[in-house]
């Protein structure tokens, strides 16, 4: 089986599946994101850096079309300056997973035009990343982010504890928003 069947299998008790698309192999892509979307699942994560895959790749459009016909919430590695293109106009929904505070600017002039476009926050640990997002597109443009068990996780949860947003932003950006975005009830 594959590692989406794994995840398909493993889904329930509060585990929602995510299936990964390899963007190296368009037509293989294009089926499997019809296959998970038949399956139900809501969310689908791609590699770009790792797949050594380009925004303006044919394939990336192709999955960011389909996905996005889906409904589907993308979860996208990659710099958020060059990977938006392929979903913009498309009304999608992406979590850009690598945001950096460095390039935080550039993903907020995007999510202005494109109101699926969410950010982790991850990489948001300038002393007011968190607090600018939430001013400029709304608390709820945010998903909690770490990359545990690949990364520590304390700086993101301290800036997320200490930051200057209210418990009602707090609650979205740590769980709420990701749940919505994934048709979870708490």
């Given amino acids: ?24 192999d368009p037509i293989g892509a294009e089926r499997e994101l019809d296959r998970l979307a038949e399956a139900g699942v809501r969310a689908v994560r791609l590699f770009p850096d790792e797949q050594h895959t380009e925004p303006d ?10 996905a996005a016909g889906h409904g589907m919430v993308v979860l996208s590695g ?7 293109r392929p979903f913009a106009g498309l ?5 850009f997973l690598d945001t950096h505070f460095y390039h935080l600017g ?4 995007v999510a202005r035009d494109e109101p699926g476009f969410h950010t982790s926050t991850r990489l948001l640990n300038s002393p007011d990343a968190v607090e600018t997002v939430a001013e400029v597109v ?18 993101p949860r301290l800036r ?9 932003q707090v609650a979205a950006v740590a769980g709420g928003t990701a749940r919505e975005l994934l048709g979870v009830k708490p």
């Fill in 138 to 155: 709304g608390a709820d443009r945010m998903v909690y982010g770490s990359r545990t068990p690949f990364a520590e996780n304390a700086v």
């Fill in 78 to 84: 990659g710099d958020v300056r060059r990977f938006w």
């Fill in 1 to 24: 089986p594959s590692g989406n069947d794994e995840a398909l299998a493993a889904a329930g008790d509060g585990l929602v599946a995510a299936g990964a698309i390899d963007l190296r």
């Fill in 91 to 95: 009304r999608a929904t992406v979590v």
């Fill in 160 to 168: 997320l504890a200490h930051c200057g947003l209210t418990a009602d």
């Fill in 106 to 109: 550039d993903f907020l002039v």
């Fill in 57 to 66: 790749f044919p394939a990336v459009r192709l999955v960011a079309r389909r």
